[in-house]
């Protein structure tokens, strides 16, 4: 099989893709990490950086620049699935991003792996995937603009460049991104995680301080430098000098600097605030400058520049600063006394301020850009998460310290989330596909979390007993507590409690963890300092007393009159990721673990020893074990069946029957044993990758024979067309005058037409004759050609094309039996019970809205006198004579009470009659109009002016003839074109300019009643269903 075929398999994909296998779910020798490691190396060699275990993203920093990263490529990943393209960050992003769109659920994209491995850069890759490919609105252009500029910023404060990366991040850092319901971002949030503040006040040899410092010192205006009281020469400042790395060939800080000033503006700093920022970096790197001297045991500041320097950048008091950097406050007997440090002790107490004081400052930056993040849009707070995690992988030193401790902690952390999330959406899946579980045997890292973390008993508690203590605690007395209390522990070991063998490699002075990921040695040495992280009280109360206005929020005046100690490093750090887990445990997580190829930061230097111990760091193995535990592959059916059914004759070209059956028939053909596939709800699940293989070679013969086949038709076909090409001269002479010749007649035949048609149109008024004949036949045919396109499409369309005069009579001829057959069609649908009540014979129709209706000519076919009509009415009507008469249901303009009533009809005016009294006169002359629904109802409306005293409003009538009845009145009133036929409602007047609403709907019976929105509802039948 070859290797092009061994990759991935959907058609998309390019023959350049198809390096190895972009999944490693379809390595057959999934156990073996030499395997594993093979083919990431020639996939690496291909540049293709990425590859999957499942869903999961493998990612090999190139250290170079790809061609991988622009808006083609963002637009090829955008909307498509995963296995349709080859493996990318993009696809990552895109999928977590539909998933959050079509299941609204909260996304999380966890990046982890050693430093240099590429996390930072992923995490803004993805970043900039949604601020190109989000849909945008000015407003979410500059949330956008806010996200992205905060990476500048934060990188500026809290990367730096170490042995390990130029510009590593010295900080964990969670990102939420927040989208609205349109897909929109609108808004963000970030947590910093543990910040290596140590590097404020020493730096490793060959390492920087943060980038903050040099961008300032080297980019920094003149005057701004002026202010500050700075250099510009890093080699000033003993906070830059210890590592002995002033310039970094791939950092350009003096334009990083303008992009970091230009970012803090798009946050939305004001030029008062960065000056306060600066002036807290200045301050640092004076407090490094600090030099003691002064006599053994109680130590002074040699020279009062800093100080000075200091006293007006913080907005501190010198002299009490100067005796906070020199003296410690000690209570005794109540008694609040300063006591003198010596040199050491000062020496610290500085760098612990320094620390502390950039520190907070971080922090508060973090939370400075998380309120311009903030959605500030209050209607829109319902909105979904892509969170992204770019945070410290685990890390292994010759030397670990407390630092390690933490970051090792907390990638076990993730670890356990990891397989836990991992094997929950696994066991998910079979249960969607009602497929057994089959139980996998993985590794539990809950043991060793439990050693750190457990109350009481874990590292952690042990730890924080020992830094408060009263007596005199060490981190040796801290190691023999540990020996103490875990010491039985199987992950755990020291040098007294090992064996022979592993006492070689073990100070005395160390601990050892087994993670999951491997054994690391831990040095105990700065163990309680750093998980004390103390700052002497009166360096608090100066602090405190600072008029920088960020300093003031960093160091709350609260702090001081509380008399608890401030938790320990180690229990803030168990805290937050608590916090973190939490976080993470409510999203569905996305994972992707980046991998460095080399230390030297080279291009295309693959190593496989450095990758090894990265593979298993990461626990990639235990990965895809646990994702190969039961099936290597699972498609849906239908795109199981689409790549696969030329393969069996029943399914191909089309397979017309279930989609399961589709594809356990194109199986069985292809001779699947029971053991190496399931069948699920949606998807078959295929056992080992070789099936699969065997499968996609079977389709690459397959293809093969259908392009010989189709090669062998084209020389066919090719030949054929040469031979074609041949006779085609031969022929073509005798085409051409062929066609020339006919050409002319149809010339000379036009020019005789033209001319009879001139002389026709001249003579057009006289008899026929010769000379017109052509015109006027012409005119004819024309006429009826136009009439027959354009005959009108109902009833009331009176629209008729102008007959030429030779035509008038014949065209009014057609245009009555045109009418006369509308109607006839019409009258031929309707019910019998309707031709029955009307004489169809006879008709006129108003037809409007859809609707017909029927008014007969002859309406002394119709009843004249539906009731007995008292001798008091026909008196009171005197001379009038009545001309119809019918009992009607008349509904009250507001509360639609239904009360009976007569109408009688007169020549002149229509009566309404009650109890033998004539209660309202409407003349036809006044009447406007009357308005009846399209349904069953029998509701009519009379409408009358408005302004007519006598009227108090609309009639609103239904009769159980209502067609009889309309019939009667129109006619009557002449009224047959005011009529309205209404589909949905009929609007009437109540009086004094009010309007009521009748509202109709169709329904099964007639239902009259007043609806809660004050309207008359009426529901009835329609009328062709009576
Ligand atoms: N996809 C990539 N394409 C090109 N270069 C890359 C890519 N990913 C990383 N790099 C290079 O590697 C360097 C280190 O990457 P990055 O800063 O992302 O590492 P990291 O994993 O965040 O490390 P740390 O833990 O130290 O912060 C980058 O500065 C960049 O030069
Ligand atoms: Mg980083």
């Not at 590593?168 to 947590?191: E, L, N, T, W």
């Not at 608090?540 to 009159?561: G, R, Y």
Request: hydrophobic share 35%; aromatic share 10%; proline share 3%.
């Amino acid at each position: 099989m070859n290797e092009g075929v061994r990759a991935m398999m959907e058609s998309a994909l390019t023959a350049r893709d198809r390096v190895g296998v972009q999944d490693f779910v379809l390595l057959e020798n999934y156990t073996s990490e030499a395997a594993f490691i093979e083919n990431l190396r020639k996939r690496f060699k291909e540049n293709l950086i990425y590859t999957y275990i499942g869903s999961v993203l493998v990612s090999v920093n190139p250290y170079k620049d790809l061609e991988i990263y622009n808006k083609n490529h963002m637009e090829r990943y955008r909307g498509v699935n995963f296995y349709e393209v080859s493996p990318h960050i993009y696809a990552v992003a895109d999928n977590s991003y539909r998933s959050m769109r079509t299941e609204r659920k909260d996304q999380c994209i966890l990046i982890s792996g050693e430093s240099g491995a590429g996390k930072t850069e992923a995490s803004k890759k993805i970043l900039q995937y949604y601020a190109i490919t989000c849909p945008a609105s000015e407003h979410v252009q500059t949330i956008k603009d806010r996200l992205l500029q905060s990476n500048p910023v934060l990188e500026a404060f809290g990367n730096a460049k170490t042995l390990r990366n130029d510009n590593s991040s010295r900080f964990g850092k969670y990102m939420d991104i927040q989208f609205d319901f349109k897909g929109a971002p609108v808004g963000g949030h970030i947590i910093n995680y543990l910040l290596e503040k140590s590097r404020v006040v020493h730096q490793n040899h060959g390492e920087r301080n943060f980038h903050i410092f040099y961008q300032l010192i080297e980019g920094g205006e003149e005057d701004l430098l002026r202010r500050l009281g700075l250099e510009r020469n890093p080699q000033q400042y003993h906070y830059l000098v210890k590592g002995n790395c002033p310039k970094v060939s791939s950092i350009n800080d003096r334009s990083d600097w303008k992009v970091v000033r230009k970012a803090l503006t798009v946050i939305g700093f004001n030029d008062d605030e960065v000056e306060e920022l600066l002036n807290i970096i200045a301050s640092v790197l004076h407090l490094g400058n600090v030099q003691y001297g002064g006599e053994e045991g109680s130590a002074c500041i040699t020279s009062d520049t800093q100080i000075k320097y200091l006293a007006r950048l913080l907005g501190v008091n010198g002299a009490v600063l100067t005796e906070a950097l020199t003296h410690k406050k000690i209570t005794a007997k109540g008694e609040e006394l300063m006591s003198p440090l010596n040199m050491d002790q000062a020496s610290s107490a500085r760098d612990a301020l320094s620390k502390a004081v950039y520190g907070r400052t971080f922090t508060w930056l973090v939370n400075k850009i998380n309120f311009s993040l903030a959605n500030k849009d209050e209607s829109n707070k319902n909105y979904s998460v892509i969170g992204l995690l770019d945070i410290y992988g685990f890390e292994v030193f010759q030397n670990n310290s407390f630092e390690q401790f933490c970051i090792n902690y907390c990638n076990e952390k993730l670890q356990q989330l990891f397989i836990e999330l991992t094997l929950k959406s696994e066991q998910e899946e079979y249960e969607a596909e009602g497929i057994t579980w089959e139980p996998v045997q993985y590794f539990n890292n809950k043991i060793i979390c439990d050693l750190v973390e457990e109350k009481f008993k874990g590292i952690i508690s042990i730890l924080d007993e020992e830094c408060l203590r009263p007596g005199d605690a060490s981190d040796l007395t801290f190691l023999e507590k540990l020996e103490d209390t875990v010491g039985g522990h199987p992950h755990f070991v020291t040098h007294k409690l090992a064996d022979g063998k592993t006492r070689k490699v073990m100070g005395r002075d160390e601990f050892r963890l087994q993670h999951y990921a491997g054994d690391v040695n831990y040095n105990v040495n700065g163990f309680l300092d750093k998980n004390n992280d103390l700052l002497f009280r009166n360096l608090k109360e100066v602090m405190c007393m600072s008029e920088n206005n960020i300093l003031t929020q960093c160091f709350d005046k609260e702090e001081l009159s509380d008399k608890k100690r401030p938790e320990t490093a180690a229990t803030q750090f168990k805290t937050s990721l608590a916090k973190l887990m939490e976080i993470l445990m409510s999203k569905e997580p996305s994972y992707v673990r980046c991998i460095k190829p080399n230390d030297s930061k080279q291009a295309g230097r693959f190593d496989e020893v450095l990758i090894r111990h990265q593979v298993k760091y990461l626990g990639l193995m235990e990965n895809l074990r646990v994702r190969r535990a039961g099936f290597a592959y699972r498609r849906r059916y239908e795109v199981f069946l689409q790549r696969y059914k030329s393969l069996c004759p029943e399914t191909w070209p089309n397979w017309h029957g279930k989609l399961s059956d589709g594809v356990s028939t194109l199986v069985k053909h292809l001779g699947y044993k029971p053991e190496e596939y399931k069948m699920g709800r949606s998807k078959i699940f295929i056992r080992f990758p070789k099936t699969l293989f065997a499968t996609e070679d079977a389709l690459e013969t397959r293809k093969h024979g259908l392009a010989t086949k189709l090669q062998a038709g084209w020389k066919g076909y090719s030949q054929k067309s040469k031979y074609q090409k041949l006779r085609a001269i031969a022929i073509q002479a005798w085409w051409r005058g062929i066609l020339a010749r006919r050409r002319a007649k149809r010339r000379r035949q036009a020019a005789d037409t033209i001319r009879r048609f001139i002389k026709g149109f001249i003579n057009r008024h006289k008899e026929r004759c010769p000379e017109n004949e052509y015109f006027l036949d012409y005119v004819r045919y024309s006429f009826l050609t136009n009439l027959r396109k354009n005959l009108p499409k109902n009833v009331l369309d009176k629209s008729w094309p102008t007959p030429p005069a030779a035509l008038t009579e014949a065209s009014e001829l057609l245009r009555k039996m045109c009418m006369q057959n509308m109607v006839w069609s019409y009258c031929k649908k309707t019910s019998p019970e309707w031709k029955h009540q009307v004489n169809i014979h006879h008709l006129d129709f108003v037809f409007r809205d859809g609707c017909f209706f029927f008014f007969s000519h002859r309406h002394s076919c119709l009843r004249s006198v539906r009731l007995n009509v008292s001798p008091k009415v026909l008196q009171a009507l005197g001379n009038e004579k009545m001309k119809y008469a019918v009992t009607v249901t008349k509904y009250d303009r507001k509360g639609y009470k239904a009360r009976t009533r007569q109408l009688l009809l007169t020549a002149n005016s229509a009566i309404i009659v009650e109890e033998g009294k004539l209660k309202q006169r409407i003349d036809y002359g006044a009447l406007k109009g009357i308005s009846v629904s399209s349904l069953s109802d029998g509701l009519f409306v009379l409408h009358v002016p408005s302004d007519d005293n006598k009227q108090k409003g609309d009639v609103i009538l239904q009769s159980e003839h209502v067609i009889e009845t309309l019939t009667k009145i129109a006619i009557c009133a002449d009224k047959i074109n005011n009529i309205n036929i209404s589909q949905g409602s009929i609007q009437f007047t109540v009086g004094q300019g009010k309007e009521g609403v009748i509202d109709f709907t169709a329904g099964s019976e007639l239902l009259v009643t007043k609806a809660k929105n004050g309207h008359l509802s009426v529901t009835a039948p329609r009328l062709n269903s009576r």
